[in-house]
């Protein structure tokens, strides 16, 4: 009997010492959640760690009345090396697995090549590939520093603020996985821009446009209208809003908001000569959320304004068009994987020229946009029945010229044309 005994609580003890041996790991370790990359005054490198205090924190991370991280800054010749001597600014190591995002300072991102700021990351098997990727306008050790009213963990605040900008068409949400993939040549890279706003009470985390990368080469960014035009162009924008305007016999134009609720994109290639023909096709359908006649808008207005947001998305389209295929020579589209697909005679042999080739492709771009409106006339409540309709392409006659995108209010005209056609040679 005293065998049996002495045998279970041998049993018991072998099995409790994982569970000491894990506790011993964790108080060794800072949970590592955001990383910020910006250049050092005395090295390369200077990295910001966001952390988690674990030895200071009691119960659950949701139950913490502050936030329960630290942000520890490293100077080393790399972001290995500061990583791996935050042991001795800590006296423990960094755990990686949970982290959230890495964040790149906008004028370390324009010194070096991602290739090398990011090597690191690609490269642990600790680390996740879907982690966020971002660009800080101005040291992302400013960022990490921004406390979350709403979060724990402010990590997990900039996580989401890029996820629904994503989703709001006021950012290309970009993980790791995106960034490894741009290094080995499959297409170039965007980032997301974050900057800190200072004009409040408390600093806060704002967008503020895009970050375009040429072969791992920082080539320039893109603005809010821009990048509208790129997730078009790629087939990913969700939704987004635009303002537009009714000509009136008031002084100001009256003014309404159209929000973009779906939208598809579809790419065709065909060879042409020595390049190749890249047609865009985007359809979207759309809804009128606020207006500001007292009679509320008739189905003529519905198909100005439907005839107006088909130019204002085309514009969008050709500013980013223009800049990162025009100007950069950036393939951030994945266009020259579809020509190779495609048309595979245009590129056999001759990889290593495109997509700089892309600029003696001819680009067509073509709209169509349904407008509907949401509730009744203005100041008629959301219960009363929709009387609006549809305004589809077959009701615009005569097309203008293309206009390029002002920052002013977009006025509505009955004529509006839908597509335009573009060679960007050199």
Not at 46 to 72: M, P
Not at 140 to 159: D, F, K, N, W
Request: hydrophobic share 40%.
């Amino acid at each position: 009997m005293k065998v049996w005994v002495l045998a279970l609580a041998l049993a018991v003890g072998f099995a409790l010492l994982p569970s000491c041996r894990e506790k011993s790991l964790t108080n060794s370790r800072v949970v590592v959640t955001a990383v910020g990359i910006d250049a050092g005054e005395e090295a390369d490198c200077r990295l910001s760690i966001q952390a988690i205090e674990t030895l200071k924190t009691s119960g659950s991370l949701t139950e913490q009345a502050e936030n329960a991280t630290k942000v520890y800054d490293i100077e080393a010749p790399s972001v290995a090396g500061a990583l791996q001597s935050f042991v001795t600014r800590t006296g423990r190591s960094s755990y990686i697995l949970h982290n959230r995002a890495v964040v790149i300072g906008l004028e370390q991102a324009k010194r070096r090549p991602l290739s090398a700021l990011l090597d690191y990351f690609i490269r642990n098997h600790e680390g996740r590939s879907t982690v966020d990727m971002a660009v800080c306008r101005g040291e992302a050790a400013e960022l990490l520093a921004v406390p979350s009213a709403g979060y724990t963990i402010p990590a997990e605040h900039l996580s989401v603020l890029l996820q629904q900008a994503g989703r709001q068409g006021f950012a290309v949400p970009t993980d790791l996985l995106d960034v490894e993939r741009s290094t080995s040549g499959m297409y170039d890279m965007v980032m997301p821009i974050v900057r800190v706003d200072k004009t409040g009470e408390e600093p806060a985390m704002v967008m503020d446009g895009t970050a375009v990368f040429r072969r791992g080469e920082y080539a320039g960014e893109l603005d809010e209208a821009a990048t509208r035009g790129l997730l078009f162009g790629r087939g990913d924008l969700q939704t987004c809003t635009y303002l537009l305007s009714l000509p009136g016999t008031a002084e100001e134009p009256e003014r309404l908001t159209v929000e973009v609720v779906s939208s598809k994109t579809k790419v065709r290639i065909r060879p042409e000569g020595e390049a190749a023909v890249i047609r865009l096709t985007i359809s979207c359908k759309a809804t009128v959320l606020e207006e500001y006649r007292a009679a509320g808008l008739e189905s003529s207005d519905l198909k100005a304004v439907a005839g107006a947001l088909q130019e204002a998305i085309l514009q969008d389209v050709r500013s980013a068009l223009d800049k990162t295929i025009g100007d950069w020579g950036c393939d951030v589209y994945g266009f020259s994987r579809m020509v190779k697909k495609k048309a595979p005679e245009l590129v056999r042999g001759r990889e290593d020229e495109w997509p700089a080739r892309l600029r003696d492709c001819r680009f067509e771009v073509e709209v169509k946009a349904d407008a509907a409106k949401a509730g009744g006339v203005a100041g008629g409540g959301i219960m009363q029945k929709k009387t609006g309709g549809v305004a589809k392409m077959q009701d615009f006659a005569t097309p203008p010229v293309f206009m390029y995108a002002t920052a002013a209010p977009i006025l509505l005209e009955p004529a509006r044309r839908n597509a335009f056609s573009t060679i960007y040679r050199r």
